[in-house]
């Protein structure tokens, strides 16, 4: 049974960094592309990033590139969120999630079929 769980949210000042944990059973990374998402209030969930460790690639959305980093731990099947210079815009839910199935950029809710419960980011300015 494929399972993802989020942690490591909190509160940051602006300009701070959190590290985000994505802790994934039930299935291999190595198989999988594992996207990060975020959604603040009022908001449409957005993509902020993937690594897919069966495609090798990492990608980022704009407006969290050079201050965003993913990363895995393929032992310890966590995949990490590491955010800088954060931004009271940054504030928000950020959810992992987990997919087989091929895509270009794994930027897309759609391209998704697992999803953990998220974790909230809270910046303040």
């Known amino acids: 049974q494929v399972q993802l769980v989020e942690s490591g949210g909190g509160w940051a000042q602006s300009g701070g960094s959190l590290r985000l944990s994505c802790d994934a059973s039930g299935f291999a990374l190595a198989y999988y592309a594992i996207g990060w998402f975020r959604q603040a209030p009022g908001k449409e969930r957005e993509g902020v990033g993937c690594?897919?460790?069966?495609?090798?690639?990492?990608y980022y959305a704009e407006f969290v590139k050079g201050r965003f980093t993913i990363s895995a731990d393929d032992a310890k099947k966590t995949v990490y969120l590491l955010m800088n210079n954060l931004k009271p815009e940054d504030a928000a839910v950020y959810y992992c999630?987990?997919?087989?199935?091929?895509?270009?950029?794994?930027?897309?809710?759609?391209?998704?079929?697992?999803w953990g419960k998220g974790t909230q980011v809270t910046v303040s300015s």
């Open positions: 999630a987990a997919t087989r199935r091929d895509s270009y950029y794994y930027l897309r809710e759609s391209d998704y079929d697992y």
């Open positions: 690594l897919s460790d069966k495609d090798g690639i990492t």
